[in-house]
């Protein structure tokens, strides 16, 4: 699913609450029980352009709130607030040695 939106694609995904809450109604959901469900939810995406062309949009305006930027930001700040300062290459070595 993840993948999927990255990209801006609209995916169906299961009603589970992780997943209901990462797809924040752009795309269609289902109960991953009955197969007719889940075949639903890809037919509403497939067939309805207009639901597709919706989620979509609500996925690239996701995207785009979206930055790598406004976190490397904070930490940034958390850590000068500690007397460091690090360039963006310094905090991905700070994280990876986590």
Known sequence: MLEANHVGKAVAVSRIDE???????AGEL???????EIAGAIERLWSS???????????RARL?????????????????MRGRTLSVSGIRRELRSR
């Open 64 to 80: 785009r709130r979206m930055s790598w930027q406004p976190f490397a930001d904070a930490y940034r700040q958390a850590l000068a």
């Open 19 to 25: 997943l209901v809450d990462a797809l924040d109604g």
């Open 49 to 59: 352009q207009a639901a597709l062309v919706e989620a979509e949009a609500k996925i």
């Open 30 to 36: 289902f109960d991953p029980h009955p197969v007719s």
